[in-house]
């Protein structure tokens, strides 16, 4: 397999950080800011290697464009800061997501799935990727933190999920504290919004486990669902076989 070439640095922060600089030149400048002001705001002078490497970053995410001495927001960055739709929000923090290049082949490579452990995630980046050993690891934690800001990929119970688009849920999943409990055969699922769907709701169909068991799904249950119910249950099952152990 042809290594890409991909031995630079990655963004001197991550996405998550870079959205909260440009949320401060829309709320302190709407939307424009001298580079001296951002650099004050930011506790840097506009010569420091700090100051120019962040600029860097929120460019190399296509969020900001400058103009001799100012600072403006992109389109892309006005979708993120002030965004239209819940939706037009994601998919705007997902294009800049995918504008670094090696967080598009990662996402890509990994989608639908889970990560490896970052040291072999490590190692696939510098065996697949080209990345320099002295990199690796920073592009591993960078890409972590930045697809957790997106919301494609998911912390759940010890493992990382890739998840196929930005979920509107975020990154984390929370492992429930109570095993949740019910009556002997009656239906149940636990969903977003943890509530009991009854068998004679028209809105709902039940699917038949056995004689005495049967899960109740919403008619608008959709793909994004099952994503997150598989995670919620892989977490119930484990949690159940580590009390029988």
């Known amino acids: 397999m042809a290594r890409k070439s991909s031995g630079n640095v990655p963004p001197w922060m991550d996405l998550r950080e870079a959205i909260e600089l440009i949320k401060t030149i829309y709320e302190k400048g709407g939307g424009s800011m001298g580079l001296d002001d951002l650099a004050t705001l930011m506790n840097h002078t506009i010569k420091s290697s700090a100051f120019t490497m962040k600029m860097g970053a929120m460019r190399a995410f296509g969020l900001v464009n400058t103009d001799g001495q100012i600072v403006k927001l992109s389109s892309l960055g006005s979708a993120i800061v002030a965004p239209s739709s819940s939706d037009e929000y994601r998919e705007a923090v997902f294009k800049a997501f995918n504008a670094i290049s090696l967080y598009s082949s990662l996402h890509q490579k990994y989608r639908g799935g889970y ?33 957790r800001a997106v919301g494609v990929i998911r912390d759940e119970g010890g493992k990382i999920r890739v998840l196929q688009t930005p979920s509107p849920i975020g990154g984390q999943m929370e492992e429930t504290k109570e095993t949740p409990t019910r009556t002997k055969g009656e239906p149940w699922l636990l969903g977003k919004r943890e509530r009991i769907y009854e068998k004679d709701n028209e809105e709902v169909f039940p699917i038949i486990l056995d004689e005495t068991r049967r899960v109740i799904v919403p008619i608008n249950f959709d793909r994004e669902d099952l994503e997150y119910l598989q995670g919620v249950l892989d977490l119930y099952i484990k949690r159940r076989e580590s009390k029988k152990a």
Request: negative net charge; proline residues 3%.
């Open 115 to 147: 990560l490896p452990e970052d040291s072999f995630l490590a190692n696939t980046l510098q065996r697949e990727f080209g990345v320099s050993s002295e990199n690796r690891e920073k592009w591993v934690e960078s890409f972590k933190q930045s697809g």
